[in-house]
């Protein structure tokens, strides 16, 4: 007797289907099974549904495709430069360590753009780009919108959901571009750019209080924030009974965040490993709706936040700080930060703040609003300390140092320097528990309205600053020039001056090792006691790009910015700048520093410009291609990496110093790696409006 052959799959599918159908019942397919690292590609313009998606020739066309496919570990879905999508992308599946499934763009162009038009789902808050409960994810060079003027709900840009208990781990946010995400202004502070939100509320609204969620190894770096309510770029974890301090390994690196209705940046319920750190924050706190400041910690354990740079918070009610250490925070860290024109001040210290060190930062005209001051210290712990900070209020602030909530401060090693008004130190008496030691005053009537009870080693001379109050801004925190203004003159009364401190973070705002012995009062830490020497800067006479192929005849010496890149023929450009110094009026200069700036810069993680000298006959009108010199002699190279609004340099002292017979000199500046579409940057020109290059002469 035979046994009845096994039916295939197709049969029992179709079998089910006919079942179905005469039941009334519609079957629809389910998404087809795909090995793991799969690549994708969706193209809005040329692609379809229909096509199996795994190569740029056949792309997938809609959000709804996929947002349909559950993804595997290893799987990358690439978006068409260029492309525009309205809907929220909210893909499934999660990735595994080593190999996370990373969202991308491909193609040349502009970065893909997601247009969420005002998403409601999830219930309690939703994002354009939307993660729910999943993780190992990495999501690269995306344009994201998420603006509706007719619904108002909470929502953000990308938004990272979990609602399950502990970690989602792995989750990076990497070179992109979030605006104009509009929420209800009276919702919590879930809502914005780029948030990270652990909560006991599930994406139907439905709670079960008590229950812990966060996240691990998060990553954002690179990106830009802009126009945005409520928040920059955050993490929030909420169990409904608390805020669980439970996140860990969360990094805010390089972002530029800017025009925000609420905070700035904040590093909320993290555990450990929570750092932030060469970040920009302009204009946050736009309104005084609510507390806000630009950026700051909450929940947090041994935070730190340094190599920032904030300023232009003009609301936040009573906040509007910088800087905050704010509830059951323990042994954060601020350092090496700059600080400027924040209405609310430059920090605020809550009640169970505790161990805090602020050090080695630079403040200039902070607290200036009404009633604010410079610090909000309500904190009653002992174990905090404040030193070795330079303050600068100028000539059109009127402000006070303290809002004394709290008698327990360490305050050492401080320059409060004051062209404008200080209204008083306190709003009340220091009692002794206040510990004020070592510091600079300048003038010294800051110190006669309320000052502490007893102040040994207080310097109430002109502690001779070079130029404080230059009011620089967007500044490259890893250029060692940056704010010289606040640097102590060699002829300083503060040098040696202040009193040593242990476990001090070992060197200066500057990156100047400190020494054994006494430090210098302020940010400055000295090295020899010399001078300073005096530098001169010149801007080009002539700057050019050239372009090869087809345009090897065109001359782009108008152009507000020039451009270097490797590439196919037609596309490859190499840039050329001129500088005449014929008013410097030493024979050698001692140092010599081509600088220029990046205002632009495709995806490719890194590239390689060189810089050459070249003959200087050429002129900005008539350069092009066919008649750009060569480069005569290697000068130096620079690896350049994919984030905008930086500063580079070029060393060129041996070739000023060499042609000091006619104080003019001609750089080409050129890729000559392999050829890449994505591997183009651009720098300002001396057409630009601001951030033109640079020749910086030392003497």
């Not at 930086?646 to 000091?660: G, H, L």
């Amino acid at each position: 007797m035979g046994f009845p052959r096994k039916r295939s799959s197709v049969a029992v599918l179709l079998v089910v289907a006919m079942l179905l159908h005469m039941a009334g019942v519609l079957y629809v397919a389910p998404e087809p099974a795909h090995a793991a690292g799969t690549t994708y590609y969706v193209d809005s313009v040329g692609g379809n549904d229909t096509n199996a998606g795994t190569s740029s020739s056949a792309p997938w066309a809609t959000l709804a495709k996929v947002n349909a496919t559950t993804f595997q570990p290893g799987d990358k879905i690439l978006f068409k430069s260029g492309s525009v999508w309205t809907g929220q992308l909210w893909p499934k599946g999660s990735g595994t360590s080593g190999n996370p499934i990373v969202i991308d763009s491909y193609g040349s162009g502009a970065k893909p753009i997601i247009n969420g038009a005002g998403t409601t789902y999830p219930a309690n808050t939703s994002g354009a780009v939307m993660l729910y409960n999943q993780e190992y994810w990495e999501i690269n060079n995306l344009e994201v919108t998420n603006f509706s003027s007719s619904i108002v709900s909470s929502r953000a840009g990308i938004l990272a959901y979990n609602n399950q208990p502990g970690l989602k781990n792995h989750i990076y946010v990497r070179n992109c571009y979030v605006h104009d995400v509009n929420s209800d202004v009276n919702g919590n502070k879930i809502s914005g750019g780029i948030i990270f939100f652990g909560t006991h509320i599930d994406e139907d609204g439905n709670a079960t209080v008590g229950l812990q969620a966060g996240f691990n190894d998060v990553l954002v770096e690179n990106n830009h924030v802009a126009n945005v309510t409520k928040e920059g770029i955050r993490t929030k974890s909420d169990a409904g009974n608390g805020y669980p301090k439970i996140s860990t390994n969360i990094v805010f690196r390089g972002n530029f965040v800017e025009e925000v209705w609420g905070d700035g940046m904040v590093l909320a319920e993290v555990l450990s490993g929570a750092l932030a750190e060469y970040n920009t924050v302009k204009n946050h706190s736009k309104t005084s709706s609510g507390n806000y400041a630009g950026l700051w910690t909450h929940y947090t354990t041994g935070a730190v936040v340094q190599f920032n740079e904030v300023y232009g918070g003009s609301g936040g009610h009573n906040d509007g700080e910088a800087f905050d250490s704010d509830n059951h925070c323990i042994g954060d860290v601020f350092q090496y930060n700059y600080s400027h024109n924040n209405s609310g001040g430059l920090l605020l210290v809550m009640h169970s703040a505790t161990n805090l060190k602020f050090r080695y930062n630079i403040s200039e005209n902070d607290g200036y609003r009404s009633g604010q001051e410079i610090f909000f210290y309500h904190s009653a712990n002992a174990g905090n300390e404040i030193y070795n900070n330079t303050i600068y209020v100028g000539p059109q602030v009127t402000t006070q140092i303290f809002d004394n909530g709290s008698n327990m401060v360490k305050f050492y090693n401080n320059i409060i320097k004051a062209d404008g008004t200080i209204t008083k130190f306190a709003e009340k008496a220091w009692s002794a528990s206040a510990v004020f030691q070592n510091n600079s005053f300048y003038p010294a009537t800051i110190d006669d309205i309320n000052g502490p009870a007893a102040h040994p080693g207080l310097i109430t001379a002109d502690p001779q600053l070079v130029h404080p109050g230059a009011g620089e801004t967007n500044i490259n925190m890893n250029d060692p020039n940056r704010l010289n203004g606040y640097k102590l003159q060699p002829t300083s009364p503060l040098m040696n001056s202040g009193v040593s401190l242990a476990n001090n973070g070992g060197r200066d705002f500057w990156g100047t090792a400190l020494g054994n012995g006494k430090p210098d009062i302020g940010a400055f830490e000295h090295v020899s006691g010399g001078p300073i020497p005096p530098t001169v800067s010149y801007e080009p006479t002539a700057d050019s790009y050239v372009r090869d192929g087809a345009y090897a005849g065109a001359n782009y010496g108008t152009e507000t910015t020039m451009m270097v890149k490797a590439d196919a023929s037609g596309y490859a450009r190499k840039s050329y700048v001129k500088f005449d110094y014929g008013t410097f009026g030493d024979s050698s200069a001692a140092s010599a520093k081509v600088k220029v700036y990046v205002p632009a810069v495709n995806t490719d993680a890194a590239r390689t410009v060189k810089l050459y000298s070249t003959d200087k006959s050429w002129s900005e009108t008539g350069i092009t291609w066919n008649n750009a010199p060569a480069g005569t002699t290697f000068v130096g190279s620079v690896v350049m990496s994919n984030t905008v609004g930086t500063w580079y340099e070029f060393d060129v002292t041996n070739d000023v110093n060499s042609q000091m017979s006619d104080k003019l000199v001609s750089f080409l500046l050129v890729n000559e790696g392999a050829d890449s579409s994505k591997g183009d940057v651009s720098f300002n020109t001396k057409e630009a409006a601001s951030n033109k290059p640079q020749l910086v002469l030392t003497q």
